[in-house]
Nanobody, 115 residues
Framework: QVQLVESGGGLVQAGGSLRLSCVVSGSMFSFNVMGWYRQAPGKQRELVATVPSGGSTNYADSVKGRFTLSRDNAKNTVYLQMNSLKPEDTAVYYC?????????WGQGTQVTVSS
C-alpha cells in the first residue's frame, strides 16, 4: 500500500524554524507533483507549496521568502523548511502527491507557532 509518511511537526515560538519531511512509503513510484497543503482550525485547506518533478516550485504568497520546498527524487521525499514562523502559520500540514488520475494525501502533522 502506497502511503505518504510525514514527520517534523511540533511547537515552536514565533520567529523559529521547523523542517517537515514526507516520504513515499510502499513504492518507488515517482509522482509528477509533490508538495504541502495546510488547514488551520475553521478554515479551508490551502496550498503551501508544490513542485513538479524537474520543475519550478510554486509557493503561496503568504509563505514566499520564508518557506523552502525541496525534493529528493532518489529518496522519493519532499522537505519543507519553514523559517521565520508566525502564529498564523499554525495548522495541520498535509503532504500531497499527484499523478495523472491519482492523488495521495498524508495523515497530517501539527505545526503550532506560539506568540
Amino acid at each position: 500500500q502506497v502511503q505518504l509518511v510525514e514527520s517534523g511537526g511540533g511547537l515552536v515560538q514565533a520567529g523559529g524554524s521547523l523542517r517537515l519531511s514526507c516520504v513515499v512509503s510502499g513504492s518507488m513510484f515517482s509522482f509528477n507533483v509533490m508538495g504541502w497543503y495546510r488547514q488551520a482550525p475553521g478554515k479551508q485547506r490551502e496550498l503551501v507549496a508544490t513542485v513538479p518533478s524537474g520543475g519550478s516550485t510554486n509557493y503561496a504568497d503568504s509563505v514566499k521568502g520564508r518557506f523552502t520546498l525541496s525534493r529528493d527524487n532518489a529518496k522519493n521525499t519532499v522537505y519543507l523548511q519553514m523559517n521565520s514562523l508566525k502564529p498564523e502559520d499554525t495548522a495541520v500540514y498535509y503532504c500531497y502527491a499527484w499523478q495523472v488520475a491519482y492523488e495521495l494525501w498524508g495523515q497530517g502533522t501539527q505545526v503550532t507557532v506560539s506568540s
